[in-house]
């Protein structure tokens, strides 16, 4: 390794099927009222709910309900100093400053975020427990630097990437589904879609422009991680729909896994755990498909889409996340999970790179010979590459992902629009231009 670095993780992982029996120990160190905040109703279909409301009530606290953070698609924040509610006839609004529909994307939004901000503030929480996927702890993150904000969180944090400089209300998670990280990591990802806007919180008011167009954007920036994270296999063997997101979860995974790979910055520590990482996740995801009770292939899946973003794998590595852009602008528009959009574009990106650079073809190669199996003789690089990149995709189909934007609700006509969203970074092999954004969704259809 070449290069500096300070490394500190800070979150507590408890894992394995008796995790939630450290749950009561770990509430000790916070004070009386928690948060429970959830998605859906899978965690009372599961019984998990009333297994976490039991330790939460044995531990002496009272309970602020948080539910449906996921499911309420039109919130409204009113004149009157922050007022945000959940409204179900946008005919029926009166004066609205701001609206939030949610209904197409699969992200939190900052309506709810600023719900939830608010019933922090009212109710002087003491813990945020989000309960869920990645997505509710990038919410609960959000919620926590936002509650005490006097800044518009959404102006300030995720358009300008402001740091945190407000009170942090701590943050447990207790996964359902698999992870990419959020659960050990600083990140959060958060939806808007713009109208004409005056963002009003507790403390003062800001004014934005006017965008007569109903765009979405869907932004991300770094607050602080959790301060500890349940992650039970047990728990996502009990929900009902977990089956159906650990299919695109396993790419997530092997996504985030390949972005740190492929950053053109390579290093020997980072290349052989990325590696490694990533043979585990092939290895064990037949067995899930097959069963998704297999305990240790769970297990092992589970603790690697952990590690798949939280950090440690990327130091010394110079990152650009084209991929996970080209997904998030699509996913602005089209009602699909991150992770499926990552895999409809994923090939299309990748023979781009490995047409443009020759540093791209080298690292492709050796993902072929390291990770998938590809047996080199006889062949140039660039055949070995596209031959890795082959084999990636026939494991793909395995999983059942989607392999074009047109199986996720993407449109042809809407390409341009993808394009106009989608940010284009530095870094990396290459740095795509507005017309290889179009190219790359254009191959994917």
């Not at 003491?126 to 959000?142: E, H, P, R």
């Not at 492709?364 to 047996?375: D, I, S, T, Y």
């Not at 989607?402 to 989608?422: L, R």
């Not at 530095?426 to 740095?431: A, P, R």
Request: proline share 4%.
């Amino acid at each position: 390794m070449l290069g500096n670095f300070t490394y500190h993780n800070a979150t507590k992982v408890h894992f394995g099927k008796d995790a939630l029996s450290l749950l009561g120990d770990e509430l000790k160190n916070y004070g009386p009222k928690v948060m429970l905040s959830y998605g859906g109703d899978s965690i009372k279909r599961s019984g998990i709910y009333d297994q976490l409301v039991k330790v939460l009530r044995e531990a002496g606290k009272t309970i602020i309900e948080d539910g449906g953070v996921m499911a309420n698609p039109v919130f409204v924040i009113h004149r009157d100093y922050g007022r945000i509610e959940p409204v179900k006839d946008e005919e029926k609004l009166e004066e609205p400053i701001l609206t939030v529909n949610d209904r197409r994307m699969p992200c939190p939004d900052i309506g709810s975020v600023l719900e939830g901000a608010r019933k922090v503030r009212k109710e002087g929480v003491d813990l945020i427990l989000a309960v869920g996927g990645g997505l509710m702890a990038d919410y609960a993150k959000a919620v926590s630097a936002s509650a005490y904000q006097q800044r518009n969180p959404w102006d300030y944090y995720f358009k300008h990437s402001g740091k945190l400089d407000s009170r942090w209300i701590p943050v447990g998670v207790v996964l359902t589904e698999l992870g990419t990280g959020s659960e050990m990591n600083s990140i959060s990802f958060i939806s808007f879609e713009r109208e004409q806007l005056l963002v009003v919180n507790q403390f003062c008011s800001f004014e934005t422009e006017f965008v007569p167009n109903k765009d979405r954007q869907l932004l991300f920036t770094h607050f602080r991680n959790p301060d500890f994270a349940i992650l039970s296999p047990e728990f996502v063997y009990a929900d009902p729909d977990s089956d159906y997101f650990s299919r695109p979860s396993i790419y997530g995974t092997m996504s985030c896994l390949l972005e740190q790979y492929l950053s053109g910055n390579n290093d020997d520590t980072s290349d052989f755990v990325l590696e490694g990482l990533m043979q585990n996740l092939i290895d064990n995801s037949p067995m899930l498909l097959d069963d998704i009770r297999v305990h240790k292939a769970y297990n092992d899946v589970m603790w690697t889409a952990t590690w798949g973003l939280y950090d440690l794998a990327k130091y010394d590595n110079v990152m650009n996340w084209d991929l996970y852009m080209l997904g998030l602008a699509v996913s602005a528009f089209a009602y699909v999970s991150h992770d499926d959009m990552l895999s409809a574009v994923s090939g299309a990106y990748y023979r781009l790179l490995i047409e443009k650079s020759d540093e791209a073809v080298a690292r492709f190669k050796r993902l072929a010979l390291k990770v998938w199996g590809v047996r080199p003789e006889g062949k140039d690089d660039k055949s070995v590459a596209l031959e890795g990149l082959e084999t990636m995709e026939s494991w793909m189909r395995e999983l059942g992902l989607a392999m074009t934007i047109t199986e996720v609700d993407a449109k042809e006509a809407d390409i341009e629009k993808y394009a106009d969203v989608c940010p284009r970074n530095t870094g990396g092999y290459h740095t795509l231009t507005r017309d290889e954004v179009i190219e790359i969704y254009r191959r994917s259809l």
